[in-house]
């Protein structure tokens, strides 16, 4: 089993809908999650970070957790062609100061208008 | 507050040549990373540093790849010789409790 398992897509939705993104991961010693977007040719930039179980928003972005299920997912609401972009899913396994990030392969998100 | 810098943006090799990237942290940011991203996957850590400490450079491929971060500002992470396989995008981060990316290189070897 992969470290971090994302559905690569695509999702498409519609312009005002909400996106859901979803990302298991095996390492039960995962303490701090992470959703990067990156735009086609540009790189990871960071939009979402949550460390304990349960929900946490920011604007149209809701970042939920859940340890003993290994499930993590990000919500986007009235969602904006704007938003189309491939999403990543980190982990950190920050045990013994090892703070290496873990990458998803990203999902490819198209909102269309 | 200025992002991670990098540089080249872009660059085209032919195999077996050398190539070197550079990388200037966010200010006050004593974790530096080098990734390598291939096309419809995510990051792939290379290598870590704490200051000018190499903490974690299991994934680095030592036959080709080197790295350095001298005096724990600036970092360079070099290819000799590069294959076509290396075709990537090389992205540099640093940490101040979260971590940023730089825009990245992206190597074309031919």
């Known amino acids: 089993q992969k470290e971090v398992e994302q559905n690569s897509g695509p999702l498409s939705v519609p312009e005002g809908a909400i996106a859901s993104l979803n990302c298991t991961y095996s390492?039960?010693?995962?303490?701090?999650f992470f959703w990067y977007r990156q735009y086609s040719g540009k790189s990871p930039e960071l939009i979402m970070s949550?460390?304990?179980?349960g929900d946490k928003e920011d604007g149209r972005f809701t970042a939920q957790l859940n340890k003993a299920s290994q499930y993590v997912s990000l919500l986007i609401r009235d969602s904006q062609p704007s938003d189309s972009a491939t999403y990543l899913c980190?982990?950190?396994?920050?045990?013994?100061?090892?703070?290496?990030?873990?990458f998803g392969k990203g999902t490819l998100l198209t909102v269309n208008p | 507050e200025a992002g991670v810098v990098q540089s080249p943006r872009y660059k085209i090799i032919e195999k077996k040549q050398p190539v070197a990237f550079w990388c200037n942290p966010i200010?006050?940011?004593?974790?530096l990373y080098w990734y390598r991203q291939n096309l419809g996957q995510g990051p792939e850590l290379l290598i870590r540093?704490?200051?000018?400490?190499?903490?974690?450079d299991s994934q680095l491929p030592k036959d080709r790849f080197s790295a350095e971060r001298l005096k724990g500002v600036d970092s360079t992470l070099k290819i000799q010789p590069a294959e076509l396989g290396d075709s990537a995008v090389y992205l540099c981060?640093?940490?101040?409790?979260?971590?940023?990316f730089g825009p990245g290189t992206r190597l074309t070897v031919l």
């Open positions: 981060a640093s940490r101040g409790g979260e971590q940023f």
């Open positions: 390492d039960r010693g995962s303490q701090s």
């Open positions: 949550i460390y304990s179980n």
């Open positions: 980190a982990l950190e396994n920050s045990g013994g100061s090892n703070y290496k990030l873990t």
């Open positions: 200010s006050g940011h004593n974790t």
């Open positions: 540093y704490e200051n000018e400490e190499a903490v974690d």
